[in-house]
């Protein structure tokens, strides 16, 4: 059952769109561009954010928090990144209100006006190396490995839930270091943990690579990114990771005194993942009954529904059921017994397929004669039934659980390999992102000139070349020029 | 050692100040106003979101996320709402900028003014009850029980860190009910969550009550609310919890169909703590040699220090400190070794008083010589040797920082305890808020005007009216009118 999803083969956005609200993930909100996060989607949120901030603080990295408002005039003190910023910005330019005469709506007092205009922070690289200026004098305050956890907004022309908002959640990595070379291995770093966290966690396969100099973060030397491919060929960039060189701290005068007596100025990092994330895992997993969720991120991992006619039954079933959770929670699995009254077994199979628990267990009463469960699984849509005599319920699950882990991300991953082609003439490159779509491995000049020209045509831009890019002489795929290596192009998100 | 801090009998207002700032827990921004938390200052406060959180899930509550702005005329469709938040709020009119003719500086473009402008939210009742207004229909959607984790704004004229800031972090709880006794009593539930993580973990009595009409919040019935007693004798007002009854319903038309065949509106309640909770923390039980905290919120509840000459002492010491550091970090006690060569162990001695770590471990060449350790106590300032052979490590310190806790709790409730006085006349009332300040306990005849009048005279305000009120008639303090029974009195943060 599907709750009337429409098909991903038929419309691939509207399904992604209806999948969100009737999974209980996300909604607009009354406010353009800006969402809600539903307590479902939150708890999903909320999963991710706790194993990002773990293996945060295991790489040395502890969070803090700066303000939401930046100065108008810090956002110029780096050249490219008003650059980069400046046509999606809030900026708050009055701080009172007062209520019109008749009583009922309310004005904007224009004798409250700002003197210096605010911005609402669309990332925060400017203030906090203006503060970072105060905290660093020497090499012994080096590195400092900050993080926050924080609401940004970029004013889009076009949103989509969680994949493009004007008001979104993420977190904002700022490190500052000695040496070059320890910031670009902190930045590798912080890329490498983005691609755990999104292939062991998230069950979705990615492309480490660097962007090309067009897709570069507004301040940065180089950046770093994962790639992921969504089931409708298109790429979804999930994370990336910057190394910004000395550009804020020349910005921003933030100098050290080096072991050896000398005055420098200290090299940067930035890194963040955000609310797209969610779009990423929806996207990369869930099928035409709804939400696909790896058990590793669901909110509940096991739901047990009773199907049952009489009281009597009923008794018996939740006791049975008590056991199993009792025993589940002891192994740390989350399970939930759905014993209300209001809705029929059949409706609430289909709405916990809709939100994605990895597996279903139903009792009824043959289950309870013959000792037996019905165990579903959501990735497979397959079911069994299973002899509580012969298992250990808790392992039973656990590796479950497990192979439904595995299975999501083999699917992925195979699913990736099937979309990553190499295009060796443009005429091929041509008919493959309009018949096909996907990754095409391709070769490129290397000049910005040529990928404006590419995505003009293909609407395909360079998702990245990739960290483990063959060095391979080849010709351009656009204009035959030499190249020495493949570069991944897709249509993105 | 007191690294150079004020005493808090020669200037509270600037030991605090400077505290905050020494012990690395926040600073001013650049933006007026707004706050830097500090990563060692996030780290406390991050130990009290995860417990809160515990508390609000075990008390069935999900998070949620709702739009950082809020549309202007949501502010005024609750009369009385309106008039409490108009006068400070943040207001963005335009959401693009473009570099000046110099490039350098940036300029608000004129022609993207917004259309409707937004609110940077002081707090989200309107934007919540406008989205309840779709989730709620019937008697099966309530009680709908969500919190959110954010920050807000408020525009004040004098802010200090922490207690009063332009920004500020919280959580505010939302909930919907079908009847008014059960959002009374999600209400009332509330209120003892908050006193009871103020008590058990901050360390810090609390007395509950009711706001008067003039302190209620705007939009309320009824405001609850914890408040406690800082070292100065003055009050600090530390969580709130309001009965909304059906006005934010009302305003935003939310109702839902009864079981009965009826419609009704829903009954709604909100609550909350802040950042100003670390105030009340650091104001509560901190001394002239910086921080003092509870165990139960320490980042850092044990640090080991080593005191050696050689390096065959310090590897000595280092092996010593590992195997103690294994044995506590099995009963989860969190525990630094500062094995830095940077900095003589006084200097570390005095770090560690400012920055208020519970318990403090040193370790000499006679220590090893004798199997003994040096533990000094933050919260006396005393300190014992400890002959390893007769304790098992673990057992000990566990103990010690329980008893850690408790004494902390203790002295701040003695304290409170003498600084409540009973004041039967207007002159003591007048000589105890002058020269004795802290909680006064008077009979006051219910009126408005007479609250105004002892503030403008006084500058106490009525904290609340304690829950556990005695039925005592009495004379009004003020205007000798009648009094059932005798509220708290105070000046307050």
Known sequence: MSKGLPKR??????????????????????????????????????KMQAQLDLMFKETGHSNAYFPLFIPKSFLSKEASHIEGFAKECAVVTHYRLKNSEDGKSVIVDPEAKLEEELIVRPTSETVIWSTYKNWIQSY?????????????????MRTRLFLRTTEFLWQ???????????????????????????ETFMAVPVVKGVKSANERFAGAEDTYCIE??????????AGTSHFLGQNFAKAFDVKFATKEGGLEHVWGTSWGVSTRLMGALIMAHSDDSGLVLPPKLAPIQVVIIPIYKTDEEFDQITEKAKEITAKLKSKGISVHFDKRDTHKPGWKFAEYELKGVPLRIA????DLENNTIEVARR???????????????????????????????QKAFDFRTEMTTEANTWDEFLDLIETKGG??????????????????????TIRCIPLDQK???????????????????????
């Not at 305050?141 to 940004?152: E, G, H, K, M, S």
């Not at 079911?383 to 808790?394: F, P, R, Y």
């Open 439 to 460: 990754f095409l491995s391709a070769h490129w000049d290397g000049t910005s000139e040529t990928e404006e020209k590419i995505k003009e045509l293909t609407k395909a």
């Open 172 to 198: 904002e990595g700022h490190t500052a270091h000695a040496t070059r070379q320890e910031a670009i291995d902190e930045t590798v770093q912080m890329l490498n943990v983005y691609a755990e966290f999104a």
């Open 363 to 366: 009792m009824g009463p043959r």
């Open 471 to 493: 060095e391979e002489s080849g010709k351009c795929i656009l204009t035959g020029n030499p190249s020495k290596g493949r570069v991944l192009f897709a249509r993105a998100y």
């Open 228 to 237: 992921a491919m969504m089931q409708d060929g298109k790429a979804l960039q």
């Open 379 to 409: 990735d497979t849509l397959t079911k069994e039934t299973v002899d509580l005599a012969q298992i250990q319920i808790e392992e039973y699950v656990s590796e479950m659980l497990d192979l439904i882990q595995k299975t999501i991300y």
């Open 9 to 46: 083969s038929e419309d691939y956005s509207l399904w992604y769109n209806e999948l969100v609200k009737r999974a209980d993930l996300a909604e607009n909100s009354a406010v353009r561009g800006c969402m809600v996060i539903k307590p479902y989607g939150y708890s999903i949120w909320e």
């Open 140 to 156: 012994r305050d080096l590195p400092l490995l900050v993080n926050q956890w924080a609401n940004v907004v970029r004013w889009e």
